[in-house]
């Protein structure tokens, strides 16, 4: 999978990815309208180019008060985002080239008002998406946000996910309605949020491809 190339299709207006990409920036959009004054920690899992949160900030009011990380494995995603943030002047917006999947990428960070888990859950094991979830308990600030996305596809997780979420005190603020053609949610979190555990690993990246034909072959 290029994923360089992947992220084209984000500039197709009426393309699955383009619309999900807006629902996901408004969303963005309502937790920073919202947010009380004072600084904000965002932390962004597989940014790929960032486009989520870096287009909310060019021209949002609260821009200057976020402090974010984008963490992202792909070199020339990682140099997109890392452009577009500059020429924005968004300089409280850093990108790191790294895995996504160890947690002392995020230590100082966290706990955080906004996680975005974009583009991640659809290309792990349901068993990582699961630990995943567990881990945005420990990322996440009491009152912050989750947003995170998974296609409707067959299996469709969307409602499961929502589950996980909810047994470790998140509250649902919005989920995109099913015929959407693609899975958005938000979740609030009401805990208290543990300690980031330090080298720990939270998922392996597969890859949507691989798990579609995976499914098709145990199917």
């Known amino acids: 999978m290029d994923w360089r190339t992947w992220h084209d299709e984000y500039d197709l207006p009426g393309s699955w990815m383009a619309r999900r990409l807006r629902a996901v920036q408004r969303q963005i959009r309502a937790v920073l309208d919202e947010s009380p004054p004072g600084p904000l920690r965002v932390v962004s899992l597989c940014a790929g180019q960032g486009r989520d949160l870096l287009g909310v900030l060019a021209d949002h009011p609260r821009r200057d008060d976020v402090r974010a990380r984008l963490v992202e494995l792909d ?21 790191l080239t790294a895995d996504a999947s160890r947690t002392d990428h995020y230590h100082s960070l966290v706990p955080a008002d906004l996680v975005l888990v974009c583009g991640v859950f659809g290309n792990l094991s349901d068993e990582d998406i699961h630990r995943t979830v567990g881990f945005c308990a420990q990322l996440c600030a009491t009152g912050g946000t989750v947003i995170w996305t998974r296609h409707r596809g067959a299996p469709d997780r969307v409602p499961l996910i929502c589950e996980w979420f909810e047994g470790l005190g998140f509250e649902r603020r919005w989920v995109s309605e099913p015929d959407a053609g693609f899975g958005v949610g938000v979740h609030r979190f009401t805990g208290q949020p543990q300690p980031l555990a330090a080298g720990a690993h939270m998922f392996t990246f597969v890859g949507y491809d691989v ?9």
Do not use: C, I, M, Y
């Not at 070199?75 to 990108?95: C, I, S, W």
């Not at 798990?211 to 199917?219: A, F, K």
């Open 211 to 219: 798990l579609d034909d995976v499914n098709q072959s145990s199917g």
């Open 75 to 95: 070199p020339r995603n990682a140099k997109a985002a890392e452009d577009t943030a500059r020429a924005a002047g968004l300089t409280g917006v850093e990108v």
